[in-house]
């Protein structure tokens, strides 16, 4: 497995593994097959799994915990705070990134991971009544106290992220970066990397639409949360498959899947690029990892940039409330 460096000098593979899959969001998570898949990433040469603390009120970071235990050097422990569900069982829609809550979210990660430190920890969000500077100085408070190695921010705008970083070294940006949703290449990206943060890519296969998996609505099963996302309604659906399937023939032409292009075409914007694709299954876990093994030659990287311009996708990127 390929490395790459994020901030100071935290060594990671080319391809992490995200663990959003596992809430059930997209479909019923078997634990045994959750964990497996786990385990398979591991020996594939998979070192960061990613996860927060808000996924299905804490049980994906138990299930990660869980998994990892026995193995634990051999993983880079990313997790996130700052964010809760108003009640149990309800979508994280409280942002609560004040010092108290910070520290109490992080002992929370700490005891459901079975850990005494967590490797990065991020601020799932910018709170807008803390000021970022307070949010920061709390992370690197639980860095003095032993608890969290690095911090990083998630969803933060460029100055955010000017701010944050000249509280405490920003090891990592995380963002949604894929060739569905190219956003950040305006200010985001370019601020992170005059900054010297390189940038975690989630959602780097359109929460499964830049796989194939999506086929049309009756493809999302009842609990799916997909169903009420905007690029996954009706015409918007239509529409994006359309460019999946343009994408599809490319990838067909180089008897690779459409998802291994898409992660191919990520891990080539540059080294300071670390996509976290998420699944619930082996086989799939596999192919992804075999991206990193890809070099798209010029001509395809310009067609795929024509395919998905920035914008082109219809909807907005985030899930209807």
Same mark, same amino acid.
């Given at each position: 497995?390929?490395?790459?460096?994020?901030?100071?000098?935290?060594?990671?593979?080319?391809?992490?593994?995200?663990?959003?899959?596992?809430?059930?969001?997209?479909?019923?998570?078997?634990?045994? $097959?959750?964990?497996?898949?786990?385990?398979?990433?591991?020996?594939?040469?998979?070192?960061?799994?990613?996860?927060?603390?808000?996924?299905?009120?804490?049980?994906?970071?138990?299930?990660?915990?869980k998994s990892v235990a026995g193995r634990r050097?051999?993983?880079?422990?990313?997790?996130?705070?700052?964010?809760?569900?108003?009640?149990?069982?309800?979508?994280?829609?409280?942002?609560?990134?004040?010092?108290?809550?910070?520290?109490?979210?992080?002992?929370?990660?700490?005891?459901?991971?079975?850990?005494?430190?967590?490797?990065?920890?991020?601020?799932?969000?910018?709170?807008?009544?803390?000021?970022?500077?307070?949010?920061?100085?709390?992370?690197?408070?639980?860095?003095?106290?032993?608890?969290?190695?690095?911090?990083?921010?998630?969803?933060?705008?460029?100055?955010?992220?000017?701010?944050?970083?000249?509280?405490?070294?920003?090891?990592?940006?995380?963002?949604?970066?894929?060739?569905?949703?190219?956003?950040?290449?305006?200010?985001?990206?370019?601020?992170?990397?005059?900054?010297?943060?390189?940038?975690?890519?989630?959602?780097?296969?359109?929460?499964?639409?830049?796989?194939?998996?999506?086929?049309?609505?009756?493809?999302?099963?009842?609990?799916?949360?997909?169903?009420?996302?905007?690029?996954?309604?009706?015409?918007?659906?239509?529409?994006?498959?359309?460019?999946?399937?343009?994408?599809?023939?490319?990838?067909?032409d180089l008897d690779i899947t459409v998802a291994?292009?898409?992660?191919?075409?990520?891990?080539?914007?540059?080294?300071?690029?670390?996509?976290?694709?998420?699944?619930?299954r082996r086989a799939h876990l596999a192919a992804?990892?075999?991206?990193?093994?890809?070099?798209?030659?010029?001509?395809?990287?310009?067609?795929?940039? $024509?395919?998905?311009?920035?914008?082109?996708?219809?909807?907005?990127?985030?899930?209807?409330?």
């Open positions: 497995m390929q490395k790459r460096l994020l901030g100071q000098g935290l060594t990671v593979s080319a391809i992490g593994f995200g663990t959003l899959a596992l809430t059930g969001g997209y479909g019923a998570a078997d634990e045994l $097959e959750s964990a497996d898949t786990i385990h398979a990433a591991l020996d594939a040469g998979v070192t960061m799994i990613d996860t927060a603390g808000f996924y299905a009120d804490g049980a994906v970071e138990q299930l990660v915990g050097d051999q993983v880079v422990l990313a997790t996130r705070g700052g964010v809760r569900a108003a009640s149990t069982g309800g979508p994280p829609t409280i942002v609560d990134a004040s010092p108290a809550a910070l520290r109490t979210a992080c002992d929370d990660s700490l005891r459901r991971l079975g850990t005494d430190r967590i490797d990065l920890y991020y601020l799932a969000r910018v709170d807008p009544k803390v000021p970022v500077e307070d949010s920061t100085g709390a992370l690197a408070e639980l860095v003095a106290a032993g608890k969290v190695r690095h911090i990083g921010l998630s969803e933060a705008p460029p100055e955010d992220l000017r701010r944050a970083s000249a509280v405490h070294p920003i090891a990592a940006l995380e963002s949604e970066y894929s060739l569905w949703e190219r956003h950040i290449e305006t200010a985001v990206l370019p601020t992170a990397r005059e900054l010297g943060v390189p940038l975690v890519a989630h959602t780097p296969l359109g929460k499964g639409m830049l796989a194939g998996a999506v086929t049309g609505h009756a493809s999302l099963g009842r609990g799916d949360h997909r169903r009420n996302h905007p690029r996954f309604q009706a015409g918007n659906l239509t529409y994006n498959r359309g460019l999946v399937d343009e994408a599809a023939a490319i990838a067909a291994q292009l898409a992660l191919a075409w990520l891990l080539g914007r540059g080294t300071d690029i670390l996509p976290i694709p998420g699944t619930r992804n990892v075999r991206a990193c093994e890809i070099t798209l030659d010029p001509v395809h990287t310009a067609r795929l940039d $024509e395919i998905f311009a920035p914008g082109r996708a219809a909807g907005d990127r985030h899930r209807a409330s």
